[in-house]
Each structure stands twice: as C-alpha cells, then as structure tokens.
C-alpha cells in the first residue's frame, strides 16, 4: 500500500522477539526502528511504503517499506507493570457498553465507571472492582454493593491480559493484526 505524506496510517503493532504483543506505535516510530536495525522480523500481509525526501545529489527520493506487525528484539516496559491501563473507554469496551446491572447497551456519553465495592468503603480502582453501569443504576446503587443494593451483577470483572487490552485501546485494527492479537487473547475471551 503506497500512501502520500498527509494521509493517515492505522497504528504498528509492536511485538517482542518471542511474538507476544507489546504496544501500538505510531509509523514515525516504526520508520526509526527499521532505520536503527531494531527490527527482526515481520508478520501479518500489510505493508506500507512511506515516502521521504529527495536527496539533492541523486536526485532519488527516499522510502522505507513497513509492515503492519513487527517484532523488535528489546524487551518492553509494559511487561513488567503486567496489568494494563485502566480506563473508561476500555472499562466500557471491555463491558461492550453494556450497562452490567440492567443489561442494555449505551453509547460512551451515558455510561459510567462502578466500584463494585464502592470507593468510599475502600474499594479499589482495579479492574476486578469496576464495571461499567449506565447512570440510572449507578445512582441506583448509590454507595453500597450490588448485593445490598438487591442488583445482580451480569458479569464478572476481570482484567484483560495485553492482547486483550490492545484490541481494547485501539479503534482502528487491521484485520491481520487482529487475527494476530486473537491468537494470543484467551480462547475463554470474555470481551470477543
């Protein structure tokens, strides 16, 4: 795929040298790990060619080729924090923006975090603890659980491994960096 210097590339999927997910990055930075060497191998069926400048003595504009998954030798940080980023849009998405208390689905605007065990009592803001409820039923449930609150709880919160959690944070995946990321979410994925 041949793109010009303003149009706007999906992210790169950034693996370890073992295959496992890392991170999204951004092609700028894809373009310094290929030019660095850091890059040892590829996998999924894009490819993109980014275009440079042109060198005022030859006269040939530069291009590197990129693919839309690549495997760079260095460890990640991310793997030794070992719990992903908790936010809303991925609490919601991992929910399916799903309210977990009524069971109907909302657009991100109406829907709210829930501490199962409400903060207030010492409930933390971890993943096992927060769900994602519509406004009505947060207010509903007030500061109490959701069993003194008599409201079942339709799932159980869990927290996504990293395959997961990138399927979660990016809006705009590939179909072979998903197929990928599929194949190292759990075959049990409660959010697929």
């Not at 997910?21 to 894809?30: G, L, N």
């Not at 096992?128 to 919160?157: F, G, H, S, W």
Request: with cysteine; glycine share 6%.
């Amino acid at each position: 795929m041949r793109i010009g210097p303003m149009d706007h590339l999906p992210a790169i999927l950034k693996v370890d040298a073992s295959g496992m997910p890392v991170a999204w990055i951004h092609w700028q930075t894809a373009v310094v790990l290929y030019a660095r060497e850091r890059v040892r191998w590829e996998a999924g069926a894009k490819r993109f060619v980014i275009r440079g400048g042109i060198n005022a003595r030859t006269g040939r504009r530069s291009s590197i080729e990129i693919g839309s998954i690549i495997a760079v030798a260095d460890r990640s940080h991310r793997h030794l924090r070992g719990v992903p980023l908790l936010t809303n849009r991925t609490l919601f998405q991992r929910d399916r923006h799903l309210c977990l208390y009524c069971g109907r689905q909302f657009p991100p605007a109406q829907l709210t975090r829930d501490h199962v065990v409400p903060a207030s009592r010492g409930g933390r803001s971890v993943w096992e603890n927060c769900v994602t409820a519509c406004r009505a039923c947060n207010q509903r449930k007030d500061n109490r659980t959701p069993e003194e609150a008599n409201m079942k709880l339709l799932a159980v919160p869990y927290t996504p491994n990293l395959a997961e959690y990138l399927i979660l944070s990016n809006r705009r995946i590939l179909a072979d960096q998903m197929e990928f990321l599929l194949a190292h979410a759990p075959t049990h994925a409660r959010m697929l």
